[in-house]
């Protein structure tokens, strides 16, 4: 049986009441969060941190298709079990970002019809709601996933996939952030790129044409959502600010200055903003 890999992060000697999960987007892993998330739990202790690898992703691997938002979201339904003590940990926020934004909203759908019972906080990191038939804002993404479609079988290791990457015009950062998904094959010393990107694209193209605004337009039980958005980001336009903003239940903010990946640029204010939201 494929099993998810979800790892938690507490306080120090803390014991969490309840669980804030946390969806990296495509082509990353749950370890992208780990930082904010001990930054989160030491603040607020009675909260818990989950860093799920979704499905394809880091120690994820090996789920059946087909590869959508809702199978990703409903993998982290079927894991919770392990974490929630019976319902007596239950999760109570969600949050996710790019790709990781989309599904979160789905599992707050799922989770509203799961023993767990709805979620009273969800967050959205620069992800539409909406279907995004344009690919706005995600053009460098999809380069890299139709780029990373040509990778030779295997590499003599981490550092010749970082060159190549770079060969094709992708930038040193973005290269080796990439070479975390490189491992060792055992018993060779070759090193191959471990995820599956055909699978990976299909789940992309099914984030694009999703449309969950009906989900945030009528919220589980008291769950309310916060969409933030990086002011230097093309990935919700005004349209989609102005539709969130319209919903009773549903804030929205605008960090000037961060592009795209909101927590490495304006880590800080993410963290007041979150801390803001889990305290209701």
Known sequence: ?????????????????????????????????????????????????????????????????????????????????????????????????????????????????????????????????????????SSGVRHIVELLTQLPEAFPDRNA????????????PTAMWLAMNVRPVPNTTRFEFRLDIPSIRAMMDDYFVRDLWPVLEAPAGSMKTHLVAGGDSEVLDAADLARGRALPRMTVDVIPKAGHWVHVDAPDTLRELVLGYLDG
């Open 161 to 172: 996939f970082t060159a190549w990457a770079e060969e094709r015009g992708v930038n040193r």
């Open 1 to 137: 049986m494929t099993t998810l890999a979800v790892a938690p992060v507490t306080a120090t000697d803390a014991v969490p009441t309840r669980w804030l999960v946390f969806l990296h987007g495509i082509l990353g892993s749950g370890a992208n969060w780990r930082t904010f998330a001990r930054q989160i739990v030491a603040a607020r202790p009675d909260w818990g941190a989950l860093l799920v690898d979704l499905r394809l992703h880091g120690d994820s691997q090996g789920f059946a298709p087909p590869h959508t938002v809702e199978a990703a979201a409903r993998d982290i339904v079927e894991a919770l079990p392990r974490f929630t003590d019976g319902g007596r940990v239950p999760v109570r926020g969600v949050l996710g970002h790019s790709f990781g934004g989309k599904v979160g909203i789905e599992l707050a759908h799922q989770l509203a019809a799961s023993p767990n019972g709805p979620s009273d906080t969800l967050v959205v990191v620069d992800s539409t709601p909406g279907p995004r038939p344009d690919f706005r804002g």
